[in-house]
């Protein structure tokens, strides 16, 4: 990285890393691009606790190591989280989570196959 240059804090989405370590039509592919994300040294990869550990109940144990592997640091998933994304409604919770996860973290972004799920604004349920 070049003198004075922050690295861009992002996000990977679970969808990201399930692609990568399931072996998919495009997993070469996204798996290329974490690996040369994460050793350019301009991006630091974050993955949150919770979606290690759905990959890990689907894929077991050694598919979750290597989804870690993929990142720089994982990110612990609290209650609070999780309870603040239960009250939104018109995404999903998964979606919801990261959404917040990346704003409380000041992150510049979210890595996702589909950008779509956060193209809403995130509207209280009453």
Do not use: W
């Amino acid at each position: 990285m070049m003198a004075g240059k922050k690295c861009r804090r992002i996000l990977v989405a679970e969808n990201v890393l399930q692609e990568c370590i399931t072996n998919g039509s495009e997993s070469e592919n996204y798996l290329k691009m974490l690996v040369r994300m994460k050793e350019s040294q301009e991006f630091e990869l974050y993955a949150m606790s919770n979606c290690l550990t759905r990959i890990e109940i689907k894929h077991g144990e050694a598919r979750r190591r290597l989804a870690e592997q993929l990142v720089n640091k994982i990110i612990d998933i609290h209650e609070d989280i999780t309870a603040e994304a239960r009250k939104f409604c018109q995404i999903a919770l998964d979606s919801a989570e990261e959404l917040i996860c990346a704003r409380d973290h000041n992150f510049y972004g979210i890595l996702t196959l589909n950008p779509q799920n956060y193209d809403v604004a995130l509207t209280v349920c009453s």
